[in-house]
């Protein structure tokens, strides 16, 4: 059965400081990973895939097989990055459908 | 900017009655996910539709619930009757893509539901 684990219910680090949200995931396969984030009052949204190797607002998530794991660090922290953030995989070959979300880690970033 | 438009945002309701959400995805989106979001977890695929078309409901209790979308448009996740551990966050979600084609997925607002 797959399966996505954020270790981390709460995270929190101090402005200019790095920050690493772990994800770890079971999958007999390869499958695509993403980061999801809400910022408060806001909607669930889309913040990078492992397949696109891109970084977003100075977020980068390196995929490691080996370790099953898909990382999201950021070397400076900002206030604005406060929000939760939620590790997803999805089954091989399904456009980013299917998607099986971990239980999310909360991060404040404090000034 | 076109955004994924659900209705009631907020809803009460006491066991055993029925209730209804309603979800309205990006135009032109043939894809639409509901999902379900208990306090303190991720969400969870409740039930996904190509068109008109269910193509995953395994994770749906089809013993109280029912998901349609009749013309492959707009949708509407019924639950009845309703139970106290149906209360959640429903969540709804569209993407342009069928099933080949990478696609990012456009969440709603939500549908908050308490049970009473």
């Known amino acids: 059965a797959q399966r996505v684990t954020q270790p981390e219910k709460l995270l929190s680090v101090f402005k200019g400081a790095p920050v690493e949200l772990k994800c770890n995931y079971s999958?007999?396969?390869?499958?695509?990973l993403f980061w999801y984030v809400q910022y408060s009052r806001q909607r669930l949204q889309l913040l990078l895939r492992?397949?696109s190797r891109e970084s977003i607002k100075g977020f980068t998530a390196d995929l490691n097989k080996g370790e099953t794991s898909f990382h999201l660090k950021k070397p400076f922290a900002q206030e604005e990055d406060s929000a939760m953030y939620y590790c997803?995989?999805?089954?091989?070959?399904?456009?980013?459908?299917?998607?099986?979300f971990g239980e999310g880690t909360q991060l404040t970033v404090n000034p | 900017e076109a955004e994924v438009a659900q209705s009631p945002r907020y809803r009460i309701t006491e066991k055993s009655q029925a209730v209804a959400f309603w979800c309205d995805p990006i135009?032109?989106?043939?894809?639409l996910y509901w999902y379900r979001q208990i306090l303190g977890q991720g969400p969870e695929l409740l039930v996904q539709?190509?068109?008109?078309?269910?193509?995953?409901d395994s994770q749906l209790p089809k013993d109280r619930f029912s998901a349609e979308r009749l013309k492959g448009v707009d949708s509407t996740l019924k639950i009845q009757p309703a139970e106290l551990g149906d209360s959640a966050m429903y969540l709804c979600?569209?993407?342009?893509?069928?099933?080949?084609?990478?696609?990012?997925?456009?969440f709603g607002p939500g549908t908050r539901l308490t049970v009473t």
């Open positions: 999958y007999s396969g390869s499958p695509e």
């Open positions: 135009s032109g989106h043939a894809t």
């Open positions: 539709f190509q068109d008109e078309s269910v193509v995953d």
């Open positions: 492992h397949i």
């Open positions: 979600a569209s993407s342009l893509a069928g099933s080949r084609g990478r696609s990012e997925q456009y």
């Open positions: 997803a995989l999805s089954p091989p070959r399904t456009s980013g459908s299917r998607l099986t």
